[in-house]
């Protein structure tokens, strides 16, 4: 089946560091991968998303590349801000054969706390 | 345009009561979703929508949770009787949704369900 792994442990950074966070995945067919946020007390929110191999989704700064190579899809921003802290989360969606209406399956999601 | 809305936003029940919750998502989309998220864990889709038939509900506890939606619009997601394990927020997303095309999924703020 359809997996996400995300790198385990919370993310504390000061400002204007670099962030990286790792995520990798499982799927049978062709998926679209897609980075979701979770502010502190609000909904989730697509970040950006990639539909096939090679793609680089991007917003507010940040990136991610679909590696089909190394099955990845890890995200980056150059410099974070305090605003940027909140909980996020890698997911896919998989519509091999063209039965799927846009399932999601997420990763377990990373919390970046930015100090400062 | 008006996001997706659910209600109650907080439920605190005991074990073995009942419980429901309301989405209305937003006009026009086609796919609905329920998503049970457990603290610390990412979204878990436990039934998908198209119009108002079912298309998965593989991952739904169907001894306890049942959910329908009326005319292809709202939906309703009940929980009965309730187990400490039910405790989650309960995540409702809508989008436009066709067969084999990844749209974008709407993300309401979520019922934070408490069983004691």
């Known amino acids: 089946g359809n997996s996400v792994t995300q790198m385990e442990g919370p993310v504390t950074l000061s400002e204007e560091a670099f962030l990286t966070i790792n995520c990798t995945y499982t799927a049978t067919g062709y998926p679209s991968l897609f980075w979701y946020v979770q502010y502190p007390g609000e909904g989730l929110q697509l970040l950006l998303k990639a539909t096939k191999a090679d793609d680089k989704g991007s917003n507010k700064g940040f990136e991610a590349t679909y590696r089909k190579e190394t099955t990845s899809f890890h995200l980056e921003k150059g410099s974070v801000q305090v605003s940027d802290s909140a909980v996020y989360f890698c997911a896919l969606s998989d519509d091999a054969g063209g039965t799927s209406y846009g399932k999601l399956t997420f990763g377990q999601g990373t919390i970046l706390t930015v100090h400062p | 345009e008006a996001g997706v809305a659910q209600s109650p936003r907080y439920k605190i029940i005991e074990k073995r009561q009942s419980v429901a919750f309301w989405c209305n998502p937003i006009?026009?989309?086609?796919?609905l979703y329920w998503y049970q998220q457990i603290l610390g864990q990412g979204p878990k889709l436990l039934i998908q929508f198209q119009n108002n038939g079912v298309v998965d509900d593989s991952q739904l506890p169907k001894d306890r949770f049942s959910a329908e939606r009326l005319k292809g619009v709202d939906s309703t997601l009940k929980i009965q009787p309730a187990k400490l394990e039910d405790s989650a927020v309960y995540l409702c997303a809508s989008s436009l949704g066709y067969a084999g095309v990844t749209y974008e999924q709407y993300f309401g703020p979520g019922t934070r369900l408490t069983v004691t």
């Open positions: 006009s026009g989309h086609a796919t």
